[in-house]
């Protein structure tokens, strides 16, 4: 079992920033690869940033210069660090992990950018 705990979404204005962090427990793996999905109201979950146990990281076009992912591996804990958000960043911020025992989800945090 693998349980994944968010935390740090709310509500920010235009221009301001949020940190998320996820703490993932139970059955980790070494190796795996944890990050951030998203998913805004009617469109589908679109990847937002990921990285790696070693620190490679992938980050969405659409996030780039702005957010910041990084990980405490001996924590089991992923971080979304966001800058400068925009109304389109809206949505629910899934963490995830993906190990040799599977794919596993957060529950969502709700981020809300609006004045």
């Known amino acids: 079992q693998v349980q994944l705990v968010e935390s740090g979404g709310g509500l920010v204005q235009p221009g301001g920033s949020l940190r998320l962090s996820c703490t993932a427990s139970?059955?980790?793996?070494?190796?795996?690869?944890m990050g951030w999905y998203r998913q805004a109201p009617g469109k589908q979950r679109e990847l937002v940033a990921n990285?790696?146990?070693?620190?490679?990281?992938a980050t969405a076009d659409s996030v780039k210069g702005r957010f910041t992912i990084s990980r405490d591996n001996g924590a089991n804990t992923v971080s979304l660090q966001m800058h400068n958000l925009k109304s389109e960043d809206t949505a629910v911020y899934y963490c995830?992990?993906?190990?040799?025992?599977?794919?596993?989800w957060g529950q969502g945090t709700q981020v809300t950018v609006s004045s």
């Open positions: 139970g059955a980790i793996f070494a190796g795996n690869i």
């Open positions: 990285i790696s146990g070693g620190g490679s990281t």
């Open positions: 995830y992990i993906n190990q040799r025992s599977g794919f596993h």
